[in-house]
Every structure is written in structure tokens, then in C-alpha cells.
């Protein structure tokens, strides 16, 4: 099972990515939600006070927000590097941060540190100074060269990067603004909280800190809808054959969860019937997002799909499209599972006969 | 034979218990002993003993994002995979850990 080196380092890579999302994903809830509800609260004013409620807690948000790319960098470096990678990565993020080289920035400033550390590490020295590179020379060293490359050397092209991205964020509408939504409804709706999801989840919420609604509503919007397809087709199945009890206890606590955004409430139905569950609730997801990006409805919060509906640009057009990908999906999975039962009880006549 | 196991998940707050659950199962199935740690949303839980890690035959990160205090395990024989093909596959998880320890 030996992989090979390319293999290994993608493999490593991927997953030290993965945990600087896991890290992240608080600090965007908590900041993202205090952030949102100070607007909803105190209107646009928020941004330039801290002397009402509002401001404060705007002040208290932003805060948080003002985190993510730091987070994302010190936990980049610490799964590849372990403790001896936070300091550095910490200390560079916030650097990436202020350059305004966004998310971006702060994973390679992640890796880069995480690196350099593993290396450092490795650097033989004569047992005397053994506590002195833990304690001194890792995080000076990594600090000092990561700090200074990113500032002489990557900042520009990186900031450049970022700035393209957004542009390009920025300026699509009409047909490519509904692939994009498409694909990204498609993404967060697959493995439903998995991987391929915070992928997704982490492209969406760098668009937003960016100011990029659209990428951002769509990856927003769709977090909710896979549990609303769920949800109704239990509805749907008014024969009951198609769900058993469990399931269908099941369906009621998946809506509750898709009202507050935990797509993982739709994981039991999937578990029990991937082949017919999945392409359903990808399906119906995808549309949804599609129909909302072809709108051209935005949500400027970070609210997920129904919490979200009062700070959408147009709440009617935004309900319209989580309902017509929801029936899609729910039809298309009642469908599917309805051909299932048909076969099975010409099967089993068959076999009585 | 007795596998230690630690399993990890990106939002740490489904995968992460899942596996847990599916490692258990399968575990049983083949009579073996197993303890699994969880590192989801709330930080470590069911944290495994250095006792448990030292006496374990092998161990298993079922994990998407890194192991917290890895160190914990150094020269253990590790097997390590995603969350998903444990919750998809756990028999054939716990399968490869015996035949790592050669015990097929």
C-alpha cells in the first residue's frame, strides 16, 4: 500500500486544510451570526459605532470575523507541525490578514510555517541548545523568515490573487452566476457536512468576508435544503411504504435542524438508501441554488437558508427557489424509491405464485 | 487483540460519532477490544489512557483533519483512513488493522 510521495503530500495537505477549516468553522458562526444580527438590530449605522447595543455588538462580531484568516493559518500549520506551528502561524495570518491577502494568504502562510517547522525540527543540534530551538529558535526562526517572505515576496501576488477572484466573483450574473450556484448547491448537498461540503462551506465564507454575496448566498442557501427534500418526501409518502416510522420521526427532527443549518440531519436517510437518497437531495439542492443565482437574490448575512429570509434582496424570489428545488428533490427521491417498492412487490408475487 | 482508535470529522458534529459507532460494531463483530476516542466539536471525548494506547495492538485514525496530541501514539503501528470509509466500510477497516499487525 506503499503511496506515492506526490500522493502522501496531497493527501496531507488536503487534510491540514480540512482542520483549519474545523477550527474555523466557530469563529465564522459566532462572529458571522453576532455580526448579522447587529445589522438586522441597528441597520447599516453599526459599522461606524460602538456607542449603542448594536455597535458593541457589531464591535463584538467583527472581532471574530477579524479572525478567520489567523485561524485558518495557525491551524494549517498546526496539523501539519503540531503545537510548534501555531505561534508562527498565528502571528503570519494576522499578517496575511492586514495585507489584505484574505483567506488565501492565510493557507499558504499555514503551510508555509507548518513546513518550515517540520524542517526545523529536523535540524540537528548539539544536545546543550536542544530547549533552546524548541523554546527560541522554531518560533523566532519560522516567524522571522515566513513574516518577512510573505511581506517582500508573496504578499503582492497573493493580494493580486484574491482581488482577481473577487473581480471575477463580482462580475458574474446571469448564466455563469447560475452555474456557479449550481455547482456550489450541488457541492454542499453531496456528502452533506463531509469534506467535498466544507469545501464548499470554506470557498462560500471567503467570498463573503470579501464581500461576494452571491457565492456566499448560494453556499448559505443550500445548507437547509437536502433536510427540506428529506423532510417533505417523508410528507409525500402518504401511503406510508416508503419510510418507516424511524425515518419519518426522523424527518421532523431533519427539518428542525435544516431551520437552524446543520445539513447533517439528512445523514440517516442517506446512510439507509445512498444510491437513491444522494442523487435526490444533489438534484433538488443544485436547482434550488441555480434558480436563486439565475434571480439574482443575495443574502448579506451569514444567516443559512431560512433564518436567512428576511436579509435577502427579494425574500419572495428567495422562497420560491427553496421551494421549487425542494419539491424536485422530494419527488425525484419519492420517485426513485417508489420504482423500488413496485419491483419488490412484483418480486415478491412473483415468488408467492 | 486491541485496537485503539480516535476518529476526527471537519465540523466534529456527525461523521466523527458515526465512526465511533461503525468502529464499535465492527470491532465486536471480530471479538476484538476497542476503545475509541472522539475529537468533534467539544474537544476530546472518551479520551483514551496512555495505559490503553501502550497496551493496544494497533491503532486507527479514522480522522479528516489532524489528531489532537498525536504524540500520544508515537512508534504505534497506525492505520489510518477518512471518516467516510469507516462509516461506509468499517469491517474492512478493522479487516487491514489485523492484517497490519499480522493477524488476518
Known amino acids: 500500500m506503499a503511496d506515492s510521495k506526490a500522493k502522501t503530500f496531497g493527501r496531507d495537505l488536503m487534510r491540514a486544510f480540512q482542520s483549519g477549516v474545523s477550527y474555523m468553522i466557530p469563529v465564522v458562526v459566532a462572529g458571522g451570526i453576532l455580526t448579522s444580527v447587529a445589522v438586522i438590530g441597528g441597520g447599516s449605522g453599526v459599522w461606524e459605532e460602538t456607542d449603542t447595543f448594536w455597535g458593541v455588538l457589531r464591535m463584538i462580531g467583527q472581532t471574530g470575523l477579524n479572525f478567520i484568516v489567523p485561524m485558518i493559518s495557525a491551524y494549517v500549520a498546526y496539523a501539519i507541525a503540531d503545537r510548534p506551528g501555531l505561534a508562527p502561524g498565528f502571528i503570519t495570518g494576522l499578517i496575511a490578514y492586514n495585507m489584505g491577502t484574505g483567506f488565501i494568504g492565510g493557507m499558504i502562510t499555514g503551510v508555509l510555517c507548518g513546513y518550515v517547522v517540520n524542517w526545523l525540527k529536523k535540524l540537528p543540534v548539539p544536545d546543550r541548545v536542544r530547549t533552546l530551538k524548541s523554546i527560541m529558535i ?19 501576488p497573493i493580494h493580486f490573487l484574491t482581488d482577481s477572484l473577487t473581480n471575477w466573483l463580482n462580475s458574474l450574473s446571469g448564466a455563469s452566476a447560475t452555474v456557479m450556484g449550481s455547482i456550489i448547491g450541488a457541492m454542499m448537498a453531496f456528502d452533506m457536512g463531509g469534506p467535498i461540503n466544507k469545501i464548499a462551506y470554506a470557498f462560500g465564507t471567503a467570498a463573503y468576508t470579501e464581500g461576494s454575496y452571491a457565492a456566499s448566498t448560494a453556499m448559505l ?3 437547509g435544503v437536502p433536510n427540506t427534500i428529506m423532510f417533505l418526501a417523508t410528507l ?21 435542524m435544516g431551520l437552524v443549518g446543520i445539513t447533517e440531519g439528512t445523514i440517516p ?51 420560491l427557489s427553496i421551494v421549487v428545488g425542494s419539491l424536485i428533490g422530494a419527488l425525484m427521491v419519492v420517485g426513485l424509491k417508489y420504482a423500488k417498492y413496485r419491483k419488490d412487490q412484483k418480486n415478491a408475487t412473483a415468488e408467492n405464485a | 487483540m486491541k485496537i485503539a482508535a480516535v476518529t476526527a470529522c471537519i465540523a466534529g458534529i456527525a461523521h466523527t460519532y458515526m465512526a465511533k459507532s461503525a468502529l464499535e460494531r465492527a470491532a465486536k463483530k471480530r471479538g476484538a477490544q476497542i476503545h475509541v476516542e472522539t475529537q468533534g466539536a467539544m474537544g476530546m471525548e472518551d ?5 490503553e494506547i501502550d497496551k493496544a495492538d494497533v491503532v486507527i485514525f479514522a480522522v479528516d483533519t489532524n489528531v489532537t496530541e498525536r504524540d500520544r501514539f508515537d512508534n504505534k503501528k497506525i492505520l489510518e483512513v477518512g471518516t467516510n470509509e469507516v462509516v461506509k466500510s468499517a469491517d474492512d477497516v478493522v479487516d487491514h488493522a489485523y492484517q497490519l499487525v499480522g493477524q488476518a
Open chain 1, 138 to 156: 522554531i518560533p523566532i526562526l519560522t516567524t522571522f523568515v515566513i513574516g518577512m517572505l510573505l511581506w517582500y515576496v508573496l504578499g503582492t
Open chain 1, 221 to 223: 442557501l443550500a445548507i
Open chain 1, 236 to 256: 409525500l409518502d402518504r401511503k406510508h411504504v416508503l419510510f418507516d416510522d424511524a425515518e419519518r420521526d426522523n424527518g421532523a427532527t431533519a427539518i428542525i
Open chain 1, 269 to 319: 436517510f442517506a446512510l439507509a438508501d445512498p444510491l437513491r437518497v444522494i442523487p435526490s437531495i444533489i438534484v433538488g439542492t443544485s436547482i434550488t441554488c441555480a434558480i436563486n443565482a439565475a434571480f439574482g437574490v443575495t443574502n448579506s448575512t451569514m444567516m443559512s437558508t431560512y433564518m436567512g429570509i428576511p436579509f435577502t434582496t427579494n425574500p419572495v424570489l428567495y422562497i
Open chain 2, 47 to 51: 479520551k483514551l489512557s496512555q495505559d
